[in-house]
């Protein structure tokens, strides 16, 4: 749904590339995980085992919550930087913060609405197995380990559905994006959207 808002003009900013960048080698948290986790979550080119990474900390909230602890203050840190450099842009209309867990990971009172992107449980669950080849149990362990998405729901400003087909889900997305920008128009300036899934 992000590329689908970026291709109709809005800049997207997403938390799980930004992980990507603190998690490797050089990286903001990359020397704190090491020392936390230990040498066998990284691959022999230095890089952090993303999946291995996981395993560990779907399987004991302790280690998601010390993660957590270790990452997202950078995380948050550099999506707002990037967020005041686009603001300052002439030409930005809307800004979208893509953040996976969004309602679990900071407060969301400071943006001007939050999408949440919903499919039904069984989709989420075929999907997660497909993209990341993981269990059934692993990805129930995963869902479980998040916020019901039904109280996400409750939370959102707009809600897509994207339980069916994909021109379904980019209508959806093109009447978001029109509120978005008639938004921005009344206000008279930059519209910052969160988006979960």
């Known amino acids: 749904m992000a590329g689908i808002l970026r291709d109709l003009g809005a800049h997207v900013i997403d938390a799980d590339e930004i992980a990507r960048g603190v998690l490797a080698p050089g990286g903001a948290a990359y020397a704190d995980i090491v020392r936390a986790f230990g040498r066998d979550i990284i691959r022999p080119d230095g890089t952090v085992d993303r999946k291995a990474l996981a395993t560990r900390i779907f399987a004991d909230a ?17 999506m707002a930087e990037e967020t005041r450099h686009l603001t300052a842009a002439p030409g930005t209309e809307v800004i979208v913060l893509d953040i996976p867990l969004l ?29 990341d080849g993981l269990s059934e149990e692993e990805a129930r362990r995963r869902v479980r380990a998040q916020m019901p998405l039904a109280e996400k ?3 959102a400003d707009w809600v897509i559905d994207n339980t069916g087909a994909p021109e379904a889900t980019r209508r959806q997305v093109g009447r978001v994006w029109e509120a978005l920008r008639t938004r921005e128009r009344r206000a008279g300036q930059t519209s910052r959207a969160g988006r979960r899934r």
């Open 103 to 131: 309602f679990e990971t900071r407060d969301a009172s400071d943006l001007d609405g939050v999408i949440v992107v919903y499919a039904d449980e069984p989709t989420r669950l075929r999907r997660l197995i497909a993209r």
């Open 62 to 78: 302790s280690a998601r919550e010390q993660l957590n602890a270790l990452t997202h203050p950078h995380i948050r840190r550099l």
């Open 153 to 155: 729901v409750a939370r």
